[in-house]
């Protein structure tokens, strides 16, 4: 039809008072995508994110391994995204401090905890908890896993981990084993140790790694389970020994030092492992970005250089691999705990 004289024709477009014009596709579309963010608010937050820096809470201190962990791959997730990623430090209680800051968060992707052993093993140490591993965090993805070692004093009395075991099974309750404080990741290792050989022998707590170290090369103990990275200064000096490494193969850099396992304790493993989680009801869309980037980060040559250096392997993986870790993890030192009848807190 051919428009009056004088008058303009818009073909498919709706008048509005102002007397400007919009078509009707555009105007339609920008209903459905007004009705698609109501109806699917994480979907808008998801295609918003990130929107600000993000935040990793890490429950431990400045300056170990889990902390320089999170650093590497802050830096390198942080590069993915397009936006900054700090490190926040909140040790205290056991990991309780970090893990009810991020369990209370925004569940929008921009507060993460940095996950480890120790969130597992909280659910079995600590009578009541301000919030629960399995519910009130959502996985993204496993970061790494680092070794735990059997270590001896050099020149003591036990050259290898089978000569430490035999005297063990000798003489049960003789052999003194340090570890770091009552609960943590090798004072339980040392425990599953002890059920797993079928030996006895006494777990001395000490306050800190220093103290452990004080306490092996001055002949106090016999020896003692720490974790290896930050070990490995001593073991280049030669002031301790590393008898056998505890996880499921042998340690990088150290392909002499065999494993718990090859040293005939028949399917031994334990090993650290830190882990990103977000709080529970994040959006999947989101989980899933950074689950991406987070696997891109650990599979580039720069961050897997870093997490060497620090005696970690890379892991990466889906967010189901994370939760079924956990879960694990949470049974097996669960059962040590009550095996072992570690005191609940």
């Given at each position: 039809m051919a428009s009056q004289a004088g008058q303009p024709h818009f073909v498919g477009t709706r008048q509005n008072e102002n007397g400007k014009g919009r078509t009707t596709m555009t105007h339609r579309r920008d209903l459905l995508a007004a009705a698609a963010a109501a109806a699917f608010p994480g979907l808008a937050a998801a295609q918003a994110f990130p929107s600000r820096p993000l935040r990793i809470v890490v429950p431990f201190g400045a300056g170990g391994i889990a902390d320089l962990t999170a650093r590497a791959v802050a830096k390198a997730l942080g590069e993915g995204l397009r936006q900054g990623v700090v490190v926040e430090?909140?040790?205290?209680?056991?990991?309780?401090?970090?893990?009810?800051?991020?369990?209370?968060?925004?569940?929008?992707?921009?507060?993460l905890l940095l996950m480890s052993n120790g969130t597992a093993v909280s659910a079995g140490l600590f009578r009541s908890l301000p919030f629960d591993p399995r519910k009130d965090f959502a996985p993204i993805v496993t970061l790494g896993f680092f070794d735990i070692a059997v270590l001896a004093?050099?020149?003591g009395r036990f050259p290898s981990m089978k000569d430490l075991l035999a005297y063990a099974r000798a003489n049960p309750g003789r052999l003194n084993v340090a570890s770091i404080n009552i609960g943590s990741t090798q004072h339980l290792a040392a425990e599953l140790l002890k059920t797993s050989a079928g030996v006895d022998f006494q777990v001395v707590p000490f306050n800190g790694s220093p103290a452990v170290l004080t306490a092996l090369r001055g002949g106090q103990v016999d020896a003692a389970v720490e974790i290896l990275g930050p070990m490995m200064g001593q073991i280049a000096s030669r002031t301790v020994v590393?008898?056998?490494?505890?996880?499921?193969?042998?340690?990088?850099?150290?392909?002499?030092?065999?494993?718990?396992a090859?040293?005939?304790?028949?399917?031994?493993?334990?090993?650290?492992?830190?882990?990103?989680?977000?709080?529970?009801r994040t959006p999947p869309?989101?989980?899933?970005?950074?689950?991406?980037?987070?696997?891109?980060?650990?599979?580039?040559?720069?961050?897997?250089?870093?997490?060497?250096?620090?005696?970690?392997?890379?892991?990466?993986?889906t967010p189901e691999q994370l939760g079924d870790l956990l879960a694990s993890e949470i049974r097996r030192w669960s059962e040590v705990i009550v095996r072992a009848k570690v005191p609940r807190q």
């Open positions: 430090n909140k040790p205290g209680a056991g990991g309780i401090v970090a893990g009810e800051t991020v369990a209370r968060a925004e569940p929008d992707g921009h507060t004093a050099a020149g590393p008898l056998a490494v505890m996880g499921s193969q042998r340690a990088a850099g150290l392909a002499d030092v065999p494993t718990v090859e040293s005939g304790v028949r399917g031994f493993d334990a090993a650290s492992w830190n882990a990103l989680a977000a709080p529970a869309q989101v989980i899933a970005r950074l689950n991406r980037e987070a696997n891109q980060a650990l599979a580039g040559p720069g961050l897997r250089r870093q997490l060497a250096e620090l005696n970690v392997r890379p892991a990466g993986g």
